[in-house]
C-alpha cells in the first residue's frame, strides 16, 4: 500500500458495512433493554437531534474500528477528510534549512534553477520532473551531479524519456509523477519532514500538480525566488535565489 494512501478494495467495502450493520444492530438490542432508561434521560433533547448524533456516532465507531484494522495509512486518510487544509509558512525564508533538504522533487525549464538547488540545499536524493523540452537540461544536471548526489533517473533513464512528463498542461500527469517519487523517498527511509517538492521551474500546470502532491502527501513545498531581475543568473551564486516556502509542514 502507498504511503499516505488509501484504496478500498472490494472486500474492505464489505468489511464497513458488516461492522456498520453489526454496531446498528447491537444498538438496536441496547434500545430494547435499556430503551426506559434512554428515554427518561433524552426526552428534553430535540428528536432530530438524538437521530443525527446516533448516525454520527454509529458511522465514527465504524471508522475507527475501520481504521485501526487497515492501519497508519486509514488514519491519515480520515483525517484529510475530516480536517481542513492549512497553509502554513507560506512566503516564509528557510534558510537555516540546508541540513534539512535530504530529498526533494524539481520541475524543470532552465538549468539554473535545479543547479541553484543542488549547490546551496544540498539534498542527497533528486527527482526531476522534465518534458521533452526540458529533457536535456535533465540529462545534463544528472550527468554532472550524479556523483555525490543520488539522482532517483540514470542519465540514460532520462535520455530514454523514462517517467517524461508528455503532456506539461495536465497538472494530474505532474502530480500524479510527483506522488510516486515522494513515495520512493519514504520507501528510502528518507522520514516526510526531509522532503521538499520546489514549484518554481516547469510550465505552471506541472508546479500545481508538484504542489497538490506535497499537500497530498504531507510534505513541506518551496519556490526559488531569482534576485537578479527575477531570475537565477549564477547558480553558483548563493545570493541570486532566495528560497521561500509555499507550505511549511512538520519540519
Known amino acids: 500500500m502507498a504511503h499516505g494512501k488509501i484504496n478500498f478494495s472490494k472486500r474492505d ?60 495509512s486509514a488514519w491519515k486518510w480520515i483525517k484529510n477528510q475530516l480536517v481542513r487544509k492549512e497553509f502554513k509558512g507560506t512566503g516564509e525564508h528557510f534558510d537555516y534549512l540546508k541540513e534539512k533538504v535530504k530529498a526533494i522533487v524539481i520541475p524543470v525549464s532552465r538549468r539554473e534553477q535545479p543547479e541553484w ?12 520532473l522534465y518534458t521533452e523540452q526540458s529533457k536535456e537540461v535533465a540529462s545534463q544536471i544528472t550527468k554532472d551531479f550524479s556523483e555525490n548526489i543520488h539522482f532517483v533517473r540514470t542519465v540514460s533513464e532520462i535520455d530514454k524519456g523514462v517517467d517524461m512528463i ?20 519514504i520507501r528510502n527511509g528518507v522520514d516526510e519532514s526531509n522532503i521538499f517538492v520546489d514549484t518554481t ?45 509555499i507550505s511549511r509542514k512538520k519540519i
Open 166 to 185: 508528455k503532456n506539461p498542461d495536465d497538472p494530474l500527469e505532474s502530480k500524479s509523477l510527483t506522488r510516486k517519487y515522494i513515495e520512493q523517498f
Open 13 to 72: 467495502i464489505i468489511l464497513i458495512v458488516t461492522l456498520l450493520a453489526l454496531l446498528f444492530f447491537l444498538s438496536h438490542l441496547s434500545i430494547l433493554y435499556f430503551g426506559s432508561f434512554i428515554q427518561n434521560v433524552s426526552h428534553h433533547v430535540h428528536g432530530m437531534t438524538i437521530v443525527y448524533e446516533y448516525v454520527k456516532t454509529i458511522i465514527e465507531i465504524g471508522l475507527i474500528v475501520f481504521a485501526s484494522l487497515k492501519g497508519k
Open 117 to 128: 538547488i543542488i549547490n546551496h540545499l544540498n539534498p542527497e536524493y533528486v527527482a526531476l
Open 201 to 245: 521551474g516547469g510550465k505552471v500546470p506541472m508546479s500545481i500538480g508538484a504542489f497538490q502532491a506535497a499537500e497530498e502527501m504531507g510534505v513541506s513545498s518551496i519556490y526559488i525566488v531569482g534576485r537578479v531581475n527575477g531570475k537565477i543568473v549564477n547558480p553558483q551564486i548563493r545570493e541570486h535565489g532566495d528560497p521561500i516556502f
